[in-house]
């Protein structure tokens, strides 16, 4: 049963452009969701969080989206850059009713970003 | 500034062998984290812990045994190597929700 689906294994995006990527979950407990970045033979990195209370967080280049309703969130990068291309996962994870502070991340299969020059 | 550090980088085991992997953060994180990547899929979590002396299972846990004597180690151990335990593992740590992971351990067993 996969909580947190990533539908779409790979994207090509052009230089510049918008990079979309997109993200579904299935449990409504989850209430924190995370995006991470991977290069090859490197472990995650972190890239962006947002809180179930939001619905957008922003950081230069990179926003996350929300949608609580459909259970669905999403990250866009503008504008892309070669720099990008990598793999992207999103993690979800549900604090609540939890030990306090506790932060069980679950996450998608990923995305393969590729932005061309 | 190391952060999360995992030794070895890489193993090749024979089937029925075992290991522990390594695994030290010097951010006096409370809660650490172990996960394996397949190829094609995703992170699954196998162990995890909430600070010293506390451990629980992920999604994954089976053909694994973790223990957390300090707040800095968190070593998974494997007993009986399988082939199905061919994977890359990474171990992660957090204070909140942000986590960070280590460079990775890739696992052959044969």
């Known amino acids: 049963d996969q909580q947190v689906k990533q539908n779409s294994p790979s994207l090509s995006v052009q230089e510049g452009r918008i990079s979309i990527l997109n993200c579904d979950y299935t449990?409504?407990?989850?209430?924190?969701f995370l995006w991470y970045k991977k290069y090859p033979a490197e472990g995650p990195t972190f890239l962006i969080s947002?809180?179930?209370?939001?619905d957008k967080n922003e950081d230069g280049r990179f926003t996350v989206f929300l949608n609580k309703s459909a259970k669905h969130l999403s990250l866009h990068i503008v504008p892309s850059q070669p720099g990008d291309s990598a793999v992207y996962f999103c993690?979800?994870?549900?604090?609540?009713?939890?030990?306090?502070?506790?932060?069980?991340?679950?996450f998608g299969t990923g995305t393969r970003l590729k932005v061309l020059a | 500034n190391a952060g999360v550090t995992q030794t070895p980088k890489f193993r090749i085991l024979k089937i029925g062998q075992s290991m522990t992997l390594q695994c030290t953060q010097d951010?006096?994180?409370?809660?650490m984290y172990w996960y394996r990547q397949d190829p094609g899929m995703g992170l699954k979590l196998i162990y995890y812990?909430?600070?010293?002396?506390?451990?629980d299972k992920g999604e994954v846990p089976n053909g694994y045994n973790v223990s957390r004597s300090t707040t800095e180690d968190f070593p998974l151990r494997l007993e009986l190597a399988a082939p199905s335990q061919t994977s890359v593992y990474f171990c992660?740590?957090?204070?909140?929700?942000?986590?960070?992971f280590g460079q990775g351990t890739r696992l052959t067993v044969v």
């Open positions: 992660a740590s957090s204070q909140q929700a942000r986590a960070f």
């Open positions: 449990n409504s407990m989850f209430d924190y």
């Open positions: 947002i809180s179930s209370i939001k």
């Open positions: 993690a979800a994870s549900a604090s609540r009713g939890t030990t306090s502070g506790t932060y069980k991340y679950i």
């Open positions: 951010m006096n994180h409370n809660y």
């Open positions: 812990s909430v600070g010293a002396g506390i451990t």
